[in-house]
């Protein structure tokens, strides 16, 4: 099973970016979709997740701002992500967590920078 987030890159402050996460090896249409982040030196922070059966939950910090929203027909999942924040800048990375297993599979993060 692999996960591979991409789209991130520089934006300014109060921009837009969408980051996809595609997954391959595995259908992902019953396992729970997360998004986290990190920034170095701090711990890993949850930002988003979606259930298999298209619940979501949000942090604080970015409700109202992030939706998270899954594609199962091509096996990807996305953050959508407005009015972007300095703060906001961190390596996001994508988790799969199966439903009945609870095995979880990480991908590599996309960089997300935002300037001032």
């Known amino acids: 099973v692999q996960l591979q987030a991409f789209g991130g890159g520089l934006v300014q402050r109060w921009g837009s970016l969408r980051l996809p996460c595609a997954v391959s090896g595995s259908d992902f249409s019953t396992a729970g979709m997360a998004w986290y982040r990190q920034v170095s030196g701090k711990q890993r922070e949850l930002v988003a997740g979606s259930t298999y059966g298209g619940r979501t939950h949000y942090a604080d910090s970015v409700k109202g701002r992030f939706t998270i929203s899954r594609e199962n027909a091509k096996n990807t999942v996305y953050l959508q992500m407005n009015s972007l924040k300095p703060e906001d800048t961190a390596v996001y990375l994508c988790?799969?967590?199966?439903?009945?297993?609870?095995?979880?599979?990480w991908g590599r993060g996309t960089l997300v920078t935002v300037s001032s």
């Open positions: 988790k799969m967590r199966r439903y009945v297993s609870g095995i979880e599979y």
